[in-house]
């Protein structure tokens, strides 16, 4: 039995990772779970799983908690995130964290010869290479992408020799907004946003999506995840997400991973290690009713955010961090109505042209910077409110 720390147990992947978790409980044993203040999921998720014995609460009391499962270890606050993985005897973290929250767990779990199953992409974005040094000093842990476009691109890449890859091709849905030109995103809404095109997700990585800032930020991902050139990590439109990326090799052949557009079929490739594992409660996907598949070539001025993601890439250090951070911070004022949605991406970048890069930053840059980038994030914001 693996036993299972899930962090972000009430969000949308990590109630899609305690489907999975039940349908295999003879593989599986859920132990430790975090949340931020949704209690009410909390409770659902103890009564269903019994081996659960302690808990984080990060932002909510636990007085009442404590009281009705005195069985229950309880930590609070974000750094109860790391007393939860270290008290945990975990032999795997799932982190279905969103936002920079979810490095420092990362970062601690791989340090202790922890595996990771990363959902959380905003700890590659801000941390990538901090997370590859560790990888590199500690050869016995393994970290195992969650994010349907990498397990894609893992499962492509198996049995593969990298000198016989031509490019990785990221599959991008385009988002909500996809078919409206720039002009037409003045004065779009938070409803509007939400409604992605084939994925039902978390709202900040939704919004993420309609921004195409998700899609920068899985380019960042593949680079510290699969180790190739940024020139050699291309993404293409395909409004159906079916594709969900694609491998192009020398000889011009492609190998592709197609399939329906659920997380539990990613998740449980990541918590198998790298298994496909048969699952006949998942829908399968007929071929023969799609049709048709689409693809276009994307526009980078419609979509400024996969040039600034690709930046973070060649001038490394900080740069990530930053824009993870601004990006944070206006992607939280768009959702509270304090931001237009068109100022995103100009605002991230204003961010990004004042950062001075440190090389080769520590988790305390990271955090340092991180802090200061969504502080200069927020100025700006105000500004354009006077
Ligand atoms: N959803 C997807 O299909 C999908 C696909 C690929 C990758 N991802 C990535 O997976 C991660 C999770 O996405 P999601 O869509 O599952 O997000 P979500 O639905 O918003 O869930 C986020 C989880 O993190 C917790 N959380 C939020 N802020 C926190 C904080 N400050 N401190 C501690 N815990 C906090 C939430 O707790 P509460 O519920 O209590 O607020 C919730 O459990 C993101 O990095 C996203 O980019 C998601």
Not at 256 to 264: H, V
Request: charged share 25%; net charge negative.
């Amino acid at each position: 039995m693996k036993k299972i720390c899930l962090l972000g147990a009430s969000g949308s992947i990590g109630k899609s990772t305690c489907d999975i978790l039940k349908k295999f409980n003879n593989s599986f044993e859920l132990v430790a779970v975090s949340i931020n203040k949704s209690v009410d999921i909390l409770e659902s998720i103890i009564l269903q799983f019994p081996s659960i014995k302690s808990v984080c609460v990060c932002n909510a009391p636990i007085i009442e908690l404590q009281k009705k499962y005195p069985r229950i270890t309880f930590f609070t606050k974000e750094d109860g995130l790391i007393d939860l993985i270290a008290n945990s005897s975990c032999d795997m973290v799932v982190n279905a964290l969103v936002g920079f929250v979810g490095l420092k767990p990362t970062v601690y779990a791989l340090e202790h010869d922890i595996d990771v199953a990363l959902a959380n992409k905003e700890t590659l974005v801000a941390g990538g290479e901090l997370i590859n040094d560790i990888l590199d000093k500690h050869h016995s842990v393994h970290l195992y992408p969650i994010d349907s476009e990498h397990v894609a691109l893992a499962k492509c890449l198996m049995h593969k020799n990298h000198k016989d890859v031509k490019r990785l091709i990221i599959t991008a849905s385009g988002g909500a907004f996809r078919d409206l030109t720039r002009e037409e995103l003045k004065g779009v809404t938070l409803q509007d946003a939400l409604k992605h095109p084939s994925w039902s997700m978390g709202e900040k990585i939704t919004v993420d999506s309609a921004t195409m800032v998700n899609k920068g930020f899985e380019i960042i991902e593949a680079y510290y995840l699969f180790n190739f050139e940024e020139n050699k990590i291309d993404v293409l439109l395909h409004d159906e997400s079916v594709i969900h990326s694609l491998v192009e090799m020398n000889d011009h052949s492609y190998v592709a991973d197609l399939g329906p557009a659920d997380m539990r079929i990613p998740i449980s490739f990541a918590l198998f290690e790298k298994e496909y594992q048969k699952n006949d409660t998942l829908p399968s996907l007929d071929l023969s009713l799609l049709g048709s598949l689409h693809f276009r070539k994307l526009d980078l001025k419609r979509y400024p955010a996969l040039e600034l993601a690709r930046r973070c890439i060649k001038e490394k250090g900080t740069l990530g961090c930053v824009m993870n951070a601004a990006n944070e911070a206006c992607n939280l004022a768009f959702r509270k109505g304090e931001l237009e949605f068109d100022k995103i991406e100009e605002i991230i970048k204003k961010v990004m042209d004042e950062h001075r890069i440190i090389d080769h930053p520590t988790l305390l840059d990271l955090i340092y910077v991180n802090n200061q980038a969504y502080q200069e994030a927020i100025n700006y914001i105000k500004e354009l409110k006077k």
